[in-house]
């Protein structure tokens, strides 16, 4: 089964699963496991299938790797070579490591959005059981239709997939524990690297130069957090730091942020005032603050430091969206310059006063653009927090007081035996309403939903879509022109006849057992 | 829409109008017809700006010859901007509705940078401009002073213009700008001898001038073409310019004498602080300067500069200013304090020496601006207590009212926290805020609103001195890593800017979706100029009441001023004062009746009757009882639930006939008894 043409990249001995011993072997595009003495493997994973590895606790006496994969099943390697354990195991860990996040962006994009798919759309779902887990259609035949009709949708309503933006606090997530000797330890997950790439640029760079030629990648983190960077109102102590450099960076891109300006005239706080105070007049001179004390300028560096992170925090959760809107604004204020009338206000600000002085309650005419609500769960929607209303609560007084009222009317009360009915006319109208009576005709109609308990109505809907999708698969291969069309037809034809024998003869003989008495019409129904 | 206003025909640009513009419109037309001064104050949001430009516009059309002109006035650029386009608006509506072209000139002066052409502004019926033109006297006898008398002058924004006033009026005066003083003098003295040398006839041209006297300006002032200008007080006018400073060559040497007395002035060790009378004496003991040459100091140096024909009168600043201290020291003998400081408070080591010529009667800046124009309207969202403005800027209003914003759904939510859930009082007093408790406790309060609060929510600080050491704190107690969890964090800076940036960067991730948190001061740049409407600001919190630094000299100098002159309690003005910079730190967030926003007081003084009176009316109507001492938790329950009750659909017909009003409701009987509610009369 081991093809001949992959290399192995590593290979551990004495390592248990299932209680069995055997080897593993850490190839170049898959894991595998064959137990001792065999020459087959038992187990076998591709890397673009898993989707993380975890590890046992330090302190545990069992060493494990525990791989996830996609589906959801996991398989875990018990390391048991007394002697190495901890290092095979921490060998096979860090290979993985660097292995796992080249497959990841492989790993199958389809299976993961069908997935999707049918975790968002209950009917969908059904419909993959019933046609799909019986056997009635194989998945391809199922997917070959639905997967481009839902990219074609997808494209439609979100360009691509949204992408995931950073938490402001991921540096805080980051908590380090005492390991109990003077030294403190962090934990850091891809996750975490990741929004310390995404957000800080410079740091990135600083890994891409220096690991692994310099530094392996713990010895970079190490430095990391103990660097002036990481803590940065701590006042520098000197040390030499190869995070002073992205310290001075940042300081830069902070500047050139400054110095660009704002683009929202209304923000711009430099040209707020119609400053016409010359220097020197005005009561309230603060002098230059040439004397800070250490305290006062590492609380203001804290200060920059939040501006700085939540700046860049927000940058990259943009970065890609960035580049159209700005081409974008780019169109609209060449549009705009060519009004004559005020070509000397720049157009974001004509937009931007215009909208400060709009009161769209005193204006009449259409409100303001919304955007259509696309809901997935249309009824987690409508169940959701129902809108405050003032009970009127009555009070026991009120209830005494209003008891009174009735039995004093009863009390007075005379039939008005003038305006009493005929009797016949009374049972006619009793006639008339009752079953098969001329009022209630449209009623038995009606009947079918109240007669059939509610999970052969729902079975009998899936069978309904089902059919209905088989149908659709059948007739979109008229007309048939080609061979493969031909073929499909074919096959189409089977599957509606196997789908017929699976399916739709048990329900009905279901149904003729249990509700022969109460009606045909279903059954009709059903045989349609 | 047309309105009647009182028989008065008035355009409104839009279809609906509120009831509080109505009877805004009410009040300033009583105004404009008893040839008055108003003081109005109408909540933020409910479309001050258009109701004032619509009702003098159509005042203006109607009695051309009573009003000629509107002459508004506002603070920032971008406000004046606003008005601008507001104004644009209402033009094309005329042109819509009337089906005439515009024939109303109006003129924005925004910025030096387009300053405007003098003349156009005599024919302009609209005239657009910051506070200073009109107030500063420097300015405003460039620009205002030939503007008539049937003028309606508004100030709008003007919660601060007692402040703006003595901002005109005060010079400070440090070594360094002596020693420009002393390069300027030179400059002047060279130029002189040069002059004399070449043209002659220039330099005698202007003595003769001067003998005549400033006879022009006064026959152009009694015959009440000009603005008045108080650096150029009516005796200098009545007189000749005194013989000792009327050649060039005598005024040079003369401003050399003064200058060298005001640098020996400036030697001194300790603290000084003496009255305008008392430095003229002094000076006249020292240096033998007379009152009389100083206070045609101002008016001497500017015709020597005209006639020296100085292009670039930007580098005579230094010298224009201790001319203008000249003048104005030795022409007010009150209202006017001089404080000698030989070093800052902060560092006593580092001699620093300034002289502070300090106003604290703002009534003496704006006084020709009531004296010469029949209608003078100061407005603003914050005016409360309404009194107290009259007082200090001493003049005497026909309307004084304040208005209500009429709603269908209470879109503001006053709250004032007083407690933390340990029940720690909360207060940012002096004695308790470095104290840890509370500091925490302001923390978790920010914490907790950041987890329940959607989009924006903006802090101000007392200070930003305050500001940098709670956040310091923050940092080291944890609390904002878990603030960051819920949103970004953004800080105001000392550097315009970085806080412009940090500005823009916060409404973008409020624009986003991901929301955050501006942390910012009262009485700082963004306090005083920009709006968080909508999910720019959701909830406003102000953490402590922001009380003005009172250790200051000037202030104390100020205080007693008003105790002396208007009765004004050191407490009472020291409240108004904290209070209206609270009021307009809270009143950001609302902007308009479709928004909404929740404001937290978090300090339990606010509970007190003396500072919650002086709330502006719409906002306290809207504290009860139950919302005055809570603790951060109560703050909570409260704040979701109105946030809950907020974010339900809002339409027009949950408006109309109660805060939004068609022409036809408006014309009901019952409807205008109830506008008549609107407006209080103080």
Redesign the interface.
């Given at each position: 089964m081991a093809a001949l043409s992959e290399e192995v990249l590593l290979v551990v001995k004495r390592v248990r699963q299932r209680k069995q011993d055997g080897t593993l072997y850490l190839m170049t595009e898959r894991i595998a496991w064959g137990p001792e003495g065999k020459d087959r493997f038992t187990v076998s994973h591709l890397y673009a299938d898993i989707r993380c590895q975890k590890i046992s606790p330090d302190g545990k006496s069992k060493i494990q790797l525990q791989l996830v994969l996609h589906t959801g099943e996991s398989t875990t390697f018990h390391f048991a070579n007394e002697s190495t354990a901890l290092k095979d195991r921490d060998a096979a860990k860090d290979l993985l490591q660097q292995l796992l996040p080249k497959f990841k962006k492989k790993a199958n994009k389809q299976l993961e959005e069908k997935n999707k798919m049918l975790q968002e759309d209950p009917v969908l779902f059904q419909l993959y059981k019933d046609l799909v887990v019986s056997q009635v259609i194989s998945a391809e035949e199922f997917w070959a239709s639905r997967l481009k009709l839902s990219s074609v949708e997808h494209s439609l309503s979100n360009n691509s997939k949204q992408e995931v933006?950073i938490?402001?606090?991921f540096?805080?997530d980051i908590r380090p524990q005492t390991d109990g000797c003077n030294g403190l330890k962090y934990n850091l997950t891809s996750d975490i690297i990741e929004s310390i790439f995404k957000t800080y640029p410079a740091v990135k760079q600083k890994y891409a130069e220096n690991v692994p030629h310099n530094l392996t990648e713990k010895e970079f983190w190490t430095r990391f957090f103990q660097s002036h960077y990481f803590h940065r109102?701590r006042i520098n102590t000197g040390q030499q730091d190869i995070f002073s450099e992205c310290a001075k960076q940042d300081e830069k891109g902070?500047k050139s942020?400054?110095?660009q300006?704002?683009?929202?005239?209304?923000?711009?706080?430099?040209?707020?005032?119609?400053?016409?105070?010359?220097?020197?007049?005005?009561?309230?001179?603060v002098?230059p603050?040439s004397?800070k004390t250490v305290?006062?300028n590492?609380?203001?560096a804290?200060?920059?430091r939040?501006?700085h992170h939540?700046?860049m925090?927000?940058a990259a959760?943009?970065r890609k969206v960035d580049a159209p809107s700005d081409q974008a604004s780019e169109t609209s204020s060449t549009d705009g310059n060519s009004r004559d009338s005020d070509f000397f206000q720049p157009p974001i600000?004509k937009v931007k006063?215009?909208e400060?002085?709009e009161?769209?309650?005193?204006?009449?005419g259409s409100g303001p653009k919304t955007i259509a609500l696309n809901l997935k769960k249309s009824d987690r929607y409508s169940h959701g927090?129902v809108?405050?209303q003032s009970h009127h609560y009555s009070t026991s007084q009120d209830i005494i007081n209003s008891v009174n009222c009735i039995q004093e009317e009863i009390s007075c009360y005379k039939p008005c035996l003038t305006r009493v009915m005929p009797s016949s006319a009374a049972s006619s109208a009793i006639t008339a309403l009752s079953p098969g009576g001329l009022l209630m005709q449209a009623g038995t109609q009606q009947a079918v939903s109240q007669l059939v308990p509610t999970d052969v109505q729902s079975e009998l809907k899936h069978l309904y879509t089902a059919a209905g999708e088989l149908l659709r698969h059948f007739w979109s291969c008229f007309p048939v022109n080609t061979p493969f069309l031909e073929e499909k037809v074919v096959k189409m034809r089977s599957n509606l006849e196997r789908f017929q024998s699976t399916k739709l003869r048990p329900f009905q003989e279901k149904i003729q057992r249990e509700y022969l008495s109460t009606n045909v019409r279903l059954l009709l129904l059903v045989n349609l | 829409m047309k309105l009647n206003i009182e028989g008065l025909l008035v355009y409104f640009p839009?279809?609906?109008?509120?009831p509080e513009q109505y009877s805004y419109m009410l009040e300033l037309k009583r105004t404009l017809d008893a040839k008055g001064h108003g003081v109005l104050e109408m909540p933020s949001g409910t479309?001050k700006?258009?109701s004032l430009l619509s009702l003098i516009v159509a005042y203006q059309k109607a009695y051309p010859l009573e009003v000629t002109k509107l002459i508004y006035c506002s603070r920032?650029?971008?406000e004046?901007?606003?008005v601008v386009?507001?104004l644009r608006?209402l033009m094309e509506f005329y042109t819509k509705e009337t089906g005439e072209k515009n024939n109303f000139l109006a003129l924005a002066l925004?910025?030096?940078k387009n300053l405007c052409i003098h003349p156009e502004i005599l024919h302009a019926n609209i005239v657009v401009?910051?506070y200073?033109?009109l107030l500063?006297p420097?300015?405003a006898d460039l620009v205002s002073k030939e503007l008539a008398k049937k003028s309606v002058v508004v100030f709008d924004e003007a919660h601060n213009i007692d402040?703006v006033c003595?901002?005109?009026m005060?010079?400070?005066?440090?070594r360094r700008?002596l020693d420009r003083c002393q390069t300027n003098v030179d400059t002047l003295q060279n130029t002189i001898q040069r002059i004399k040398e070449t043209d002659a006839a220039k330099l005698r041209e202007e003595y003769r001038r001067l003998v005549e006297g400033l006879k022009e300006a006064n026959v152009a002032r009694e015959t009440d073409i000009y603005l008045s200008n108080p650096v150029l007080p009516d005796e200098v006018l009545q007189e000749a310019i005194p013989g000792s400073i009327r050649t060039a060559e005598h005024f040079v040497g003369f401003l050399k004498r003064f200058l060298e007395y005001l640098k020996a002035r400036l030697r001194i060790h300790h603290v000084v602080q003496e009255s305008s009378p008392q430095f003229l004496k002094d000076i006249y003991e020292k240096v033998c300067i007379d009152r009389k040459p100083l206070r045609f100091c101002a008016e001497r140096l500017r015709s020597l500069l005209r006639t020296l024909e100085i292009a670039d009168i930007a580098d005579f600043?230094?010298i224009?200013?201790i001319s203008h201290f000249a003048t104005l020291v030795s022409t007010y003998s009150k209202g006017f304090t001089i404080i000698i400081e030989p070093f800052?408070d902060?560092?006593p080591t580092?001699a620093?020496p300034?002289l502070?010529f300090?106003?604290m009667d703002p009534s003496i800046a704006i006084k020709p601006v009531f004296e010469r124009f029949q209608s003078v309207v100061i407005t603003s969202g914050t005016l409360s207590p309404l009194d107290i403005y009259p007082r200090i800027l001493d003049f005497r209003p026909v309307t004084m009212a304040s208005f209500t914003m009429t709603l269908a759904r209470t879109c503001l939510c006053p709250l004032i926290v007083g407690r933390g859930n340990d029940q720690v009082a909360m207060s940012s007093k002096f004695e308790t805020r470095e104290d840890f408790a509370v500091i925490r406790n302001y923390g978790n309060l920010l914490l907790e609103m950041s987890a329940i609060v959607p989009d924006g929510i903006v802090a101000f600080f007392t200070s930003y001195?305050y500001m940098?050491?709670i956040?310091?704190s923050w940092?080291e107690q944890?609390i904002?890593?878990?603030i960051?969890?819920n949103?970004?964090?953004?800080?105001e800076?000392?550097?315009?800017?970085?806080?412009?940036?940090?500005?823009?960067?916060y409404?973008?991730?409020c624009e986003?979706g991901?929301g955050?948190i501006l942390l910012s001061v009262a009485r700082g740049?963004?306090s005083e100029?920009?709006?968080f409407?909508h999910h720019f600001g959701r909830a406003v919190i102000m953490f402590g009441v922001p009380y003005v630094y009172t250790q200051?000299r000037?202030l104390k100098a100020r205080l007693e001023y008003l105790r002396d002159q208007f009765q004004i309690r050191e407490n009472d003005f020291l409240t108004f004062d904290a209070m209206r910079h609270a009021a307009q730190c809270v009143g950001r967030a609302i902007r308009?009746?479709?928004d909404y926003g929740l404001m937290i007081f978090a300090d339990k003084r606010y509970a007190r009757a003396d500072k919650r009176g002086k709330l502006p009316r719409w906002i306290q109507e809207h504290i009860s009882d139950g919302s005055l001492n809570l603790t951060i938790d109560e703050t909570v329950q409260l704040s979701k639930?109105f946030l809950?009750?907020m974010a339900?659909p809002f339409r027009?017909e949950d408006?109309l006939g109660l805060s939004?009003l068609t022409l036809e409701q408006l014309q009901s009987e019952e409807m205008l008894e109830k506008i008549s509610q609107i407006a209080q009369q103080a």
């Open positions: 933006g938490s402001a606090a540096l805080a109102d902070l942020m400054v110095v300006g704002v683009k929202n005239p209304m923000v711009d706080l430099l040209s707020l005032e119609d400053k016409t105070l010359d220097e020197g007049y005005g009561s309230l001179t002098g603050n004397s305290k006062e590492s609380n203001s804290i200060i920059k939040f501006n939540s700046a925090v927000l959760g943009l600000k006063l215009q400060a002085i009161y769209e309650d005193l204006q009449n927090p809108p405050l | 839009y279809d609906y109008i509120y479309g700006t258009i920032t650029v971008p004046i901007e606003k386009e507001e608006k925004s910025s030096r401009y910051s200073h033109y500063d420097k300015i402040n003595i901002d005109s005060s010079v400070n005066i440090t700008t600043s230094p224009t200013l800052e902060k560092t580092i620093n300034v502070h300090s106003c001195v940098e050491n956040v310091a940092y944890g904002l890593e878990n960051q969890r949103k970004l964090i953004f800080i800076t000392p550097d315009a800017a970085e806080t412009s940036m940090a500005l823009e960067k409404q973008e991730a986003n991901r955050a740049k963004v100029g920009i709006d409407v200051s000037i308009g009746k479709t639930h809950r009750q339900q027009r408006q939004l």
